[in-house]
């Protein structure tokens, strides 16, 4: 696993789970200047992952997870299957495929910069 949370969130909705959002903290969660993601990031961590991550860094850290959801396809709901076939076919698609295969697999963040960093992924082929 890449990052522990989100391939929980990964497995739990591709098999059809709920995820609730509580917008009362109940868990302490340690943020610090050396938080390699997180809201604890200076802004030279921020940039410096923006850079990683166009050098190929996302592409391994998708794989990974993409990998991971295969382990368990059995398991997804039809869906979710489609939504994981239309994301991991991303890569090595002209620039308007890719942009048409990210509309259509639903996959969204829910703030601006990561739809932003997204669709830098998507321009320089980088998902």
Known sequence: ???HDWALYLAVTGVGGKVYYDSCP???YRQHDNNLIGNGMSFMT?????IH???RRKMIWN???IA????IETLMTDENRKTLYEF???RDRS???RLYLLIKSGVYHQQLVGTLTTLSHIIFNRM
């Open 46 to 50: 921020r940039l410096t992952n923006y």
């Open 68 to 71: 991971m959801m295969k382990e």
């Open 63 to 65: 794989d990974t997870n």
């Open 1 to 3: 696993m890449v990052i």
């Open 53 to 55: 991550a166009h050098q």
């Open 88 to 90: 991991s076919s991303i």
């Open 95 to 97: 620039i308007i495929e």
């Open 26 to 28: 109940t868990v302490l």
